[in-house]
């Protein structure tokens, strides 16, 4: 009887764990570690997964014109933007998956130079925590807090993500402008 008992146990632990870890990757979270590990190897295809880069950027284009009201009563500044908007995202698109492959390639480099890698201080940990902040059916609100160095204050990013399929995509940033007037870019 306490073999049948202590079967039963391990049987339901590893049901369990493994509806834990089936949760697990079809959460935002998960898809958030995804698109770092591919944004870390330089993986720019499998980043494009995880992270939609138009759509990020068509948002925050939208979201400063939105801002301007001189642009927004202006109905000539107002076509040539939408004019333009398309060749300029994806152009800005190209540049930002160019510039993650050559960071990923001068980090390789780096790391192969004998002095960075005998130099624990230029390793620091970049990102502090990730939590979920809100989660409905189809999106959620995901807070990704960087770490400042002793002088600067720890930057959170939140970022909207979709659900399609089965994984999540960012497809927003949520506090933009937070974001780029923070001091936490001064020094990189």
Same mark, same amino acid.
């Given at each position: 009887?306490?073999?049948?008992?202590?079967?039963s146990?391990?049987?339901?632990?590893?049901?369990?764990?493994?509806?834990?870890?089936?949760?697990?990757?079809?959460s935002?979270?998960?898809?958030l570690?995804?698109?770092?590990?591919?944004l870390? /190897?330089?993986n720019?295809?499998?980043a494009?997964?995880? &992270?939609? !880069? %138009?759509?990020?950027?068509?948002?925050?284009?939208?979201?400063q014109?939105?801002?301007?009201?001189?642009i927004k009563n202006?109905?000539f500044?107002?076509?040539?933007?939408?004019?333009?908007k398309?060749?300029?995202?994806?152009?800005?698109q190209?540049?930002?998956?160019?510039?993650i492959?050559?960071?990923?390639?001068?980090a390789k480099?780096e790391?192969?130079?004998?002095?960075?890698?005998q130099?624990p201080?230029s390793r620091?940990?970049l990102?502090k925590?990730?939590?979920?902040? /809100?989660k409905?059916?189809?999106?959620?609100?995901v807070q &990704?807090? !960087? %770490?400042?160095?002793e002088n600067?204050?720890?930057?959170p990013?939140i970022?909207?993500?979709?659900k399609?399929d089965n994984y999540?995509?960012?497809?927003?940033?949520?506090?933009f402008?937070?974001?780029k007037?923070?001091?936490?870019?001064d020094?990189?």
């Open positions: 009887m306490k073999k049948i008992f202590g079967v146990a391990v049987i339901l632990i590893v049901i369990i764990a493994s509806l834990g870890y089936r949760s697990y990757k079809h935002p979270l998960y898809s570690k995804q698109a770092a590990i591919a870390k /190897t330089g720019t295809e499998t494009k997964k995880y &992270i939609d !880069f %138009s759509k990020i950027i068509n948002g925050i284009f939208e979201e014109i939105a801002k301007d009201e001189e202006n109905p500044a107002v076509g040539m933007i939408e004019m333009f398309g060749p300029m995202v994806a152009a800005i190209t540049a930002l998956l160019n510039a492959e050559e960071g990923v390639k001068r480099e790391t192969n130079n004998t002095q960075s890698a130099n201080q620091n940990k990102i925590k990730v939590k979920v902040l /809100t409905k059916k189809d999106f959620a609100t &990704i807090v !960087f %770490s400042g160095n600067k204050k720890d930057m990013l970022v909207g993500m979709q399609i999540w995509q960012a497809v927003k940033i949520m506090n402008d937070e974001v007037d923070a001091d936490f870019w020094e990189m």
